[in-house]
């Protein structure tokens, strides 16, 4: 009789779907399939959406979060829990609360917005993520408009990243990755707990297909935190990983086309 086959770390995604593939829940799902882990899906919103932007945009219920989230947890458990689009004030109080019962790291992307500019997050929404969903972060990974929208600071130098840094921190996750993709120069971002600081640095690669990006790497960063890595070493980890995705990503349709979450693998044949 053959051995069980080990369970891999469990990872739940708690975000919007995006219909083409290339962000929300497919990224993420694609993200942890890539990395070794059994990925799992709590959605809260359906889009429209393409290589071109967002045609449209739909909220479910805050019971119907709820009753997956606690279908997931409560059956199967988690060892990591990402979160992306929330759209509302509702579903991110409804989020926050759940994930303070959970007991598992929280790596939380606070999307606002969209690679093609369109908005994910209500304006009243913004209030109930600083004061409910940042403080049950173990992760924060803001890029500088997300910045911008909970801080009012307009990042515009890497000196001006460390101040970025410490006002999302009094909002209270643990950690937070302040995303500098948005600056000239090689992509760089800060990790940093008020204390240690890890600047990490990679090229930035000519290529304009980086739908996906930032549900990515917070999927990336969720998947290394389920296999026990700290916090620095998840985080090296998964900006390595976004790197190569970038550098594959490819055309899809006629703007914008995603990240490659597959790169490893055909890398390796």
């Known amino acids: 009789m053959s051995a069980p086959a080990p369970i891999p770390p469990r990872v739940l995604t708690v975000a919007g779907s995006d219909s083409g593939g290339g962000a929300g829940i497919q990224a993420d799902l694609k993200t942890m399939l890539a990395l070794g882990t059994h990925g799992m899906s ?3 919103a359906v889009t429209a959406q393409n290589s071109l932007g967002v045609q449209g945009a739909w909220e479910l219920p805050a019971e119907a979060v709820r009753a997956q989230y606690r279908s997931v947890v409560d059956d199967i458990g988690v060892q990591a829990v990402k979160t992306g689009m929330l759209s509302s004030a509702a579903l991110v109080d409804t989020v926050a609360e759940l994930l303070a019962q959970t007991g598992a790291p929280v790596v939380v992307d606070p999307v606002g917005v969209s690679k093609h500019g369109d908005a994910l997050l209500a304006a009243e929404a913004l209030d109930a993520v600083r004061t409910k969903l940042l403080p049950v972060a173990t992760v924060a ?5 997300e910045v911008a929208q909970l801080t009012g600071v307009t990042v515009t130098d890497e000196p001006g990243m460390r101040g970025a840094a410490a006002e999302i921190l009094a909002y ?15 992509a760089v971002d800060l990790l940093t707990d ?14 304009r297909h980086t739908h996906g990006t930032g549900c990515t790497l917070a999927s990336a960063i969720a ?5 026990g890595q700290d916090v620095p070493t998840a985080v090296r980890g998964a900006k390595e990983y976004v790197t190569g995705a970038i550098r594959a990503g490819f055309a899809l349709g006629g703007g914008i086309g995603p990240v490659d979450h597959g790169w490893l693998t055909r890398t390796a044949r």
Do not use: M, Q
């Open 141 to 145: 990974t803001p890029n500088l408009d």
């Open 223 to 227: 998947c290394g935190l389920a296999r």
């Open 42 to 44: 709590v959605l809260t």
């Open 194 to 207: 008020g204390n240690e600081e890890h600047w990490l640095r990679a090229p930035r690669h000519d290529n």
């Open 172 to 186: 209270g996750p643990r950690w937070v990755v302040i995303k500098g993709g948005h600056l000239p120069g090689e």
